[in-house]
């Protein structure tokens, strides 16, 4: 029950209260760039939530058996994390370009853009050292732990897509000053909309 | 050296990467709510850009087609690295306050999207004023919207522990500026304030842009 509380927690505060693209600004680049359309957005989504889970199991266990017990982790943590993620993308494409073919088309072009997204690079980092974004280091998810909130933070980051994809679908037809038009009014509504998860701050004491 | 003065340009209003762009925007709007944060993102950005632009440029011969994206990725996380620790060494207050996102300039999309649009096909020169034009751009903005957020959110900018500018006590300071809201909302005016400026001056970059041909080499 314990156990199942923490977990629980873990997950809704990954995914909503600390949401990683509107409380946090990590990941913004694929936000703005693939949000003008529903579909473009789902398919990113999904690509989010599977390379994440994957790339936090890598350097998980990278750093675990890895660079923590050689003790080199604290200079070495950020070139070989980039490395293992891009390396995992790269081998994830061409193995889904044989196996799944139906799922490489709808990921494909999504999967080489994910390298360079941050929020699966941050979410790696913090996931073998919890508390790093707020510089209070501590070491020391366990694994499951690791894995519950990289998914949670997956999750987080495929609803604010999603939801701010179909604002800006709407957005098309309505009237907007010539000036404002296009990627300002985007920012505008991406305040509102960050406006309401901070309205989530403090939820269940998180 | 007219060539290199109008790469350099590019980088600060017609190019920029930011504005017009729209590359590397999660730093810019997560560390711009203190001027001094700002101000030392962009220094570190300015190192990484165009010490890894030069390098990436140098060894473009040496360099294979297939394997360029890991090899750009090495290099600049080399550069990163150092900027790391040596913030961490002198500058610790800072580097607190920047906490994730000096890592997170390895995947940066400026740096990486300039090392592969630009530097690994040109000259090293060139390479160099388009590193410096492209970081000074994106430092430039990235000050601009923090002393917008930090003095009217808080009412006075202190840069490493001097108070520049301060608001009289009366001022009711918007404390929502300060937070991510904030952040969207004065960026989403820069970027309309740019367009606005850069549509106005295209007339006048066409005329003279006929002058010089390297523009289309440029690119």
Redesign the interface.
Known sequence: METLQHFTLLLVGAALVNNIL????????PF??VSSSMDTSLGMAGAVIFVMTLATTATWVFWNVLLAPLGVGD?L???AF??VI??LVQFVEMYLRKASPGLYRSLGIFLPLI????AV??TA??SVRPG????GIDYGFGFGEALVYTIGVAIGFGIALLTFAALRERLEVAPVPE??KG??????T???L??G??GLAGLFGL | MREWLSVFRRGLAVDNPLTVLMIGLCATLAVSTKVEGAFFMGMAVIFVLSMSSAIVSTLRSLIPEQVRIPVFIVIIASFVTIVDLTMKAFLPGVYTFLGVWIPLIVVNCVILGRAEAFAYHQPVRLALADGLGMSLGFSLVIVVLAAIRELFGSGEIVFLGIRLIAFPEWYPAPGILLLFPGAFIVFGFIIALAKWYNGRTSTRLVQTDAHCTIEEGGR
């Open positions: 509107l409380t946090r600004f990590i990941g913004l680049c703005f760039g200079f943590y950020i070139p980039i490395l891009a390396a390298t360079t997204n941050c690079l941050a980092t913090e790093f974004f707020k510089m000036v404002m990627t300002p009014m985007a920012f505008i991406a305040g509102l960050s406006l998860y901070l």
